[in-house]
């Protein structure tokens, strides 16, 4: 069951700093502290009885992914690029050529 926790009197800079922690980590400010909590009781804790890896769904739902982790979910899923995409041209070319043009 979750616990709902509340701080009271947070100076108004440091709660800027942790919204823009939070907006450079690209999560609310609610999934920020409960990342920055998060880290800081894992640190606590000794390694043989730290907790299991979070699975995918809480990995996705927190943003806990490594994008080595988005890549080998994307290889088990199947996902591959089109290979009649290899030879039709980039957006940055058409978006060169475009302004190149006027």
Partial sequence: MAVNISIKSVPDELAQRLRERAARNHRSLQGELLAILEKATLESVP???????????????????????VWQELQASDWFHDPALRSAPRAVDIIRADRDSR
């Avoid at 390694?47 to 982790?69: F, M, N």
């Fill in 47 to 69: 390694i043989d009885s730290a907790p299991p890896a979070p699975s995918l769904r809480q990995a996705r739902v927190q943003g806990w992914k490594t994008p080595e982790q």
